[in-house]
């Protein structure tokens, strides 16, 4: 199965990484940056292209952009790992409707375009006969969506909480176990490649609003906004309220909430008990599933990190070649 990648910041220099490095039967034919970009049918030398991007900050010739990638380059799925916009959704939601009119599959973690424009997505996937793969979007490594799919196929689902933002629940843990302010807390979340392009994303709680937003189109099909959120971030929150929380043996987390029977949709720091299930360390993101049959389940992983992103973005690669690209 050929792929070509547009992005390659950290989810697409895992991808990369991790593409070339397991014997998977991928082979990268095109790669784009916001600068350049670089077209190989044969397969791309993808240690030289990283390195390159390293030293010089761009990864192929100037003369090719993303689009070039998207219409010349010869591929089976197109992995969208751009960054987030969630008011426009550009580029990638151009992105991902070219390569979908080319009819081509598309995994991507991008949740701008999923946010903004799911329904319209996914009715052009299936008008072209492809599919369109999200995991990587919400709860990073955690695979929500297959469990969702699959595992609890059959189930109604009557609600869903979460910790789905890992640099805030790793600014909330530094602050609370080392006592670092939340200016340091969130340098240390952005050095490490956790936040995105745009921190305020993060800290201001629309990142986890953008993904109920799609948790919550995907399961309901509801079509809900990003403005039918009801958000508060951590931004505002200082060292004292998560002390006084700590003297109750509780924590502060940011909680993301969907409960459709109440109309409930919500992101906000909550004052929970240690002993939660959703009280996760670090970068980890925890999701609680409430169904009528299955009744309660949590699923823990990391959500954000390069290589983990990895791990969600290569599941759905190769559910889409198990599924359409060696039946083709
Ligand atoms: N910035 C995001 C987070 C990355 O911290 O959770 C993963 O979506």
Redesign the pocket.
């Known amino acids: 199965m050929k792929i070509a990648i547009l992005g390659l910041g950290a989810v697409g220099k895992g991808v990369t990484e991790m593409v070339a490095s397991k014997d998977l039967g991928i082979s990268i034919t095109g790669i784009a940056d916001s600068k350049s970009g670089c077209i190989d049918s044969s397969g791309l030398n993808t240690k030289s292209i990283l390195v390159k991007k390293q030293k010089k900050g761009f990864c192929g010739d100037k003369a090719l952009s993303a689009e070039d990638v998207i219409k010349k380059a010869d591929y089976d799925v197109l992995v969208e790992v751009t960054p987030t916009n969630a008011t426009t959704g550009e580029p990638g939601l151009s992105y991902i409707r070219q390569a979908l009119k080319r009819k081509k599959h598309v995994v991507t973690?991008n949740?701008g375009p999923l946010a903004l424009a799911y329904k319209e997505l996914q009715t052009l996937a299936k008008k072209n006969g492809v599919a369109l793969r999200f995991e990587?979007?919400?709860g990073?490594a955690i695979p929500i969506f297959h469990t969702l799919e699959h595992g609890l196929a059959g189930n109604e689902i009557l609600a869903i909480f979460g910790v789905?933002?890992?640099?805030?629940n790793?600014i909330l843990t530094r602050m609370a176990d080392e006592g670092l302010t939340y200016e340091q807390a969130l340098l240390e979340?952005r050095e490490m490649g956790?936040?995105?392009a745009d921190p305020t994303?993060?800290v201001q709680g629309i990142?986890a609003a953008i993904?109920l937003v799609i948790l919550a189109n995907t399961i309901w099909g509801d079509g809900v906004k990003l403005d039918d959120v009801n958000r508060t971030g951590i931004d505002l929150l200082t060292p004292d309220a998560l002390k006084l929380a700590e003297e109750e043996d509780c924590t502060i987390r940011l909680i993301a909430e969907a409960i459709p029977k109440k109309k409930l949709l919500r992101v906000a720091p909550r004052i929970i008990e240690k002993s939660h299930p959703l009280v996760v360390e670090g970068?980890l993101?925890a999701i609680t599933i409430e169904t009528d049959m299955a009744k309660e389940i949590t699923l823990i992983g990391k959500?954000?990190g390069s290589i983990e992103?990895a791990s969600a973005i290569i599941g759905d690669l190769l559910y889409i070649r198990d599924r359409y690209v060696e039946r083709a």
């Not at 789905?164 to 805030?168: D, I, M, V």
């Open positions: 973690s949740k990587a979007t919400v990073g789905l933002n890992g640099t805030c790793y979340a956790y936040a995105e994303y993060d990142d993904k970068t993101n959500g954000a992103t």
